[in-house]
């Protein structure tokens, strides 16, 4: 079993920066697949980014690309999203995943295993 705690949500203004992040817990990760997704009010749940957490690949989504950075750190146990240029459409409750490494990184919720409680993220006007 894997559990994950996500941390570091909170208001911003428009343009600001912030980073997330994600404390893995409860067995080793290093063949899994680890992502961020993100969920608005009255919106499906949607990719943001993931990471081999072995190394190597990384997936982002168009919408944040140039903008966003995931990361881990092995000796933490812990991934990272950082935000840039942060826009009010990013607002949402943001969820740390994982699965079993697969051939091609996933960009489909039903295809993670593993969630944590979610952070909310507001970014204001």
């Known amino acids: 079993q894997v559990q994950l705690v996500e941390s570091g949500g909170g208001l911003v203004q428009a343009g600001d920066s912030q980073r997330l992040s994600c404390t893995v817990s409860?067995?080793?990760?290093?063949?899994?697949?680890m992502g961020w997704f993100r969920q608005a009010p009255g919106k499906e749940r949607e990719f943001v980014a993931a990471?081999?957490?072995?190394?190597?690949?990384?997936r982002y989504a168009d919408s944040v690309k140039g903008r966003f950075t995931i990361s881990r750190d092995n000796a933490k146990n812990t991934m990272y999203l950082q935000m840039n240029s942060l826009k009010p459409e990013d607002t949402a409750v943001y969820y740390c995943?994982?699965?079993?490494?697969?051939?091609?990184?996933?960009?489909?919720?039903?295809?993670?295993?593993?969630w944590g409680q979610g952070t909310q993220v507001t970014v204001s006007s």
């Open positions: 409860g067995r080793t990760v290093s063949k899994y697949i």
């Open positions: 990471l081999r957490w072995s190394g190597g690949s990384t």
């Open positions: 995943s994982a699965t079993p490494s697969k051939v091609v990184v996933p960009t489909a919720p039903k295809e993670y295993d593993y």
